[in-house]
């Protein structure tokens, strides 16, 4: 996106920090991905940043809280009080406030104005309660660059909505601690209670859970069909992160297809990540295309509201399980 009005983020006065920049996008869909925790994960913050969200309720009042986990491994636990919405043009809200969340306290008011037909003109004002504290955040936090970047990450999330290139991502709140829904996810005898779409069962899993292991598996649906299915796991953050290729099999453990739908995408990334708050754990889900032929990123991007019913099913079982677990 090339505008003049793309200027990085600039300090204002002596309490403010501002920037303003334009998305070639509705600002129906700025609002929405600016509101949705589903969304906001996937940009919100500076290079290198992840965000887990367990709370947010966007309305005067609401809160938003939240963890930044930093690329050096230091996790930021943020929170955000709604004062105003009014959507899609306008919020105000105060950051900060409690003892256990970062020690940095500010006001935000973000205006979103049609530009131009179908673009959104954004602008982001941060008044601070003095020029020390202002300041502090951007000697401490790196507050100026880090709104620069976490608008260009915005601007990248935006030219993918609606294509194939954007991520399936799906967030659940489940009420077990982390070791627990941990060992749910990489115990063999734990995960096979739990996993698959509602109603389906899962009859044989192999599990070789390390970096470079595979879990071979097959689930028998509602009409007795049994699906093959695989995983190849790349990366393993023990209580943190799990990332794998997911497939589709055979019984032999070759690559197979859906059943159903024979342009489903053949392999898929997943990375799923684990976050615990309050004795709660957040766990998210993001899908994105490996090598996919043009019909299978259509199918891909035509299912999304499938991919929630299945991934919501599951996420139902889990919850059954972790219930009788504890």
């Known amino acids: 996106m090339s505008s003049n009005l793309n200027q990085p983020a600039t300090l204002v006065g002596d309490r403010e920090i501002a920037a303003t920049r334009v998305f070639d996008a509705p600002r129906e869909l700025v609002f929405k991905v600016w509101t949705d925790p589903n969304h906001i994960g996937q940009w919100w913050g ?14 005067p009042g609401g809160v938003w809280r939240f963890v930044m986990h930093g690329p050096d491994g230091r996790d930021y636990e943020n929170k955000i009080t709604y004062v105003e919405v009014v959507e899609p043009e306008k919020l105000v809200y105060k950051h900060g406030g409690d003892k256990e969340v970062e020690p940095v306290n500010f006001q935000v008011t973000t205006t979103f104005e049609r ?16 020029a020390a504290a202002r300041d502090h955040v951007v000697k401490t936090y790196g507050a100026v660059e880090g709104l620069t970047q976490t608008l260009q990450r915005l601007d ?60 071979h598996y097959a689930m028998k649906g509602p009409d007795g069909k049994l699906m093959w299915g695989k995983f190849t796991y790349r990366e393993i953050i023990p209580q943190q992160r799990i990332v794998w290729i997911n497939a589709f099999s055979d019984e032999k453990g070759g690559l197979g297809r859906h059943p159903y739908m024979p342009d489903w995408p053949q392999q898929m990334l997943t990375t799923t990540t684990f976050a615990e708050h309050h004795g709660k754990t957040t766990i998210t ?25 299945g991934w919501t099913g599951t996420f139902e079982q889990l919850d059954e399980y972790l219930a009788k677990a504890r």
Request: proline share 4%; glycine share 6%.
């Open 156 to 215: 990248e999330k935006l030219a993918k909505a609606g294509t194939a290139d954007e991520e399936f991502v799906i967030t659940r709140v489940v009420d077990a601690p982390r070791d627990l829904v941990w060992k749910a996810w990489t115990e063999r005898d734990r995960f096979v209670q739990w996993f698959g779409p509602k109603g389906f069962t899962m009859t044989t899993a192999n599990m070789n859970f390390r970096p470079g292991g595979i879990l």
């Open 285 to 309: 889900v993001r899908w994105s295309l490996i090598d996919a032929t043009d019909a299978e990123r259509k199918v891909f991007n035509e299912n999304r509201q499938g991919m929630t019913v």
């Open 115 to 130: 530009f131009e037909g179908t673009k959104t003109k954004l602008t982001m004002r941060m008044v601070f309660p003095s």
């Open 46 to 59: 500076p290079k290198g940043f992840v965000t887990t969200t367990f709370a947010m309720d966007v309305k």
